[in-house]
């Protein structure tokens, strides 16, 4: 079983900035993919930032892009959101996926975990 827990969420001013945390643990055997996705009320989910851990290759929505920056630390399984100059349609709750292969007691087998999200509110 992997487990996968953010945090970091807050109220910020728009115009502020704030950094969140996403840390996989758990049976991993090989992390392929870690992204943050947000889900803003009324809203289907969507993809802002996403990470590959094998080559550090990264995408971004186009409506975070040259504000958002996903980063990783593969030896601690972990990514990082830094979001900069946050506007109120950031608002949303913001959940990290991962994906990759585990090794446990059943063998190897992919996963695909979600964290429980981290509110983040931009307002004045």
């Known amino acids: 079983q992997v487990q996968v827990v953010e945090s970091g969420g807050g109220l910020v001013q728009p115009g502020g900035s704030l950094r969140l945390s996403c840390a996989a643990s758990g049976s991993i055997f090989v992390m392929s993919f870690m992204g943050w996705y947000r889900q803003a009320p009324g809203k289907q989910r969507e993809l802002v930032a996403a990470?590959?851990?094998?080559?550090?290759?990264?995408n971004y929505a186009d409506s975070v892009k040259g504000r958002f920056t996903i980063s990783e630390d593969n030896a601690k399984n972990t990514v990082y959101l830094q979001m900069n100059n946050l506007k109120p349609e950031d608002t949303a709750v913001y959940y990290c996926n991962a994906k990759g292969e585990r090794f446990d007691t059943y063998g190897i087998g992919d996963f695909i975990s979600w964290g429980q999200g981290t509110q983040v509110t931009v307002s004045s």
């Open positions: 990470i590959l851990t094998n080559n550090s290759s990264t």
